[in-house]
């Protein structure tokens, strides 16, 4: 099956550096990408819609300036979050679909990436 | 609006013993998937099922059973001979016809205890 990956698994970072993840898909294209976050012990929101050569959708109460999605090609999507804070600290973790997805209901999910910022 | 609740947060029970979670989602869509998904501790999300809403039909996968009823707007699963590898946190997710993003529930963490 499609194989989606996300990198870095785990990344420590001080307060006010910022941090980018990647999320790949490794054997099909995908034109939009999601990126969900996760707080500990807490469900999965979704953040924003990655579109592929154009302006990422945000969901409300997502700050844009602090969260920079860049999805530059069919297969990789970028999560940057700027001057990171403790607050931050979270799992972020990406999905992808097919040709169709949207129709068919089928979705791949990254590894995700475990953010902790000191 | 779209909601999934997963009213049970914690559910323990003892190896070999059949567990039930349950998820109930609200949409206004006549066309929807609903999904299962599992949370080990290491943090992926392992898909379990998904299911479209035109198809009621019941499924099952070795031990893991699921209850679709459209009447309650239920989805549940259901695991018979608890196995401790089943310990995990579980999503009951929706998503719209259309619309690749997930509504998640809030999940709930099952332990087998040996």
């Known amino acids: 099956g499609a194989v989606v990956s996300q990198h870095p698994s785990r990344v420590i970072c001080k307060s006010g550096t910022s941090v980018k993840i990647e999320c790949r898909s490794l054997?099909?294209?995908?034109?939009?990408m999601f990126w969900y976050r996760q707080f500990p012990k807490q469900s999965l929101m979704l953040m924003a819609t990655?579109?592929?050569?154009?302006?990422?959708?945000?969901e409300q109460g997502v700050e844009k300036d602090k969260f920079l999605i860049n999805h530059a090609s069919l297969t990789l999507s970028t999560l940057t979050v700027t001057s990171a804070h403790p607050e931050d600290s979270s799992f972020y973790i990406c999905?992808?679909?097919?040709?169709?997805?949207?129709?068919?209901?089928?979705?791949?999910f990254g590894e995700g990436s475990r953010l902790t910022v000191l | 609006a779209q909601k999934v609740t997963q009213a049970q947060t914690e559910i323990s029970v003892v190896e070999k013993e059949d567990v039930t979670l349950d998820c109930v989602y609200e949409?206004?869509?006549?066309?929807?998937?609903l999904f299962w998904y599992k949370q080990p501790p290491s943090g992926e999300l392992v898909f379990l099922i998904r299911?479209?809403?035109?198809?009621?039909q019941n499924e099952i996968s070795g031990r893991y059973s699921w209850n679709f009823q459209k009447s309650t707007s239920s989805f549940n699963f259901t695991i018979t001979a608890s196995q401790v590898v089943d310990s995990a946190v579980y999503f009951c997710?929706?998503?719209?016809?259309?619309?690749?993003?997930?509504?998640f529930g809030t999940g709930t963490r099952l332990t087998i205890i040996p």
């Open positions: 299911r479209n809403s035109f198809d009621e």
């Open positions: 990655s579109n592929e050569g154009s302006k990422a959708t945000y």
């Open positions: 999905s992808a679909g097919t040709d169709g997805s949207a129709n068919t209901g089928e979705l791949f």
């Open positions: 997710a929706l998503s719209e016809f259309g619309n690749e993003k997930l509504t």
């Open positions: 949409t206004r869509d006549t066309t929807y998937y």
């Open positions: 054997d099909f294209q995908a034109t939009t």
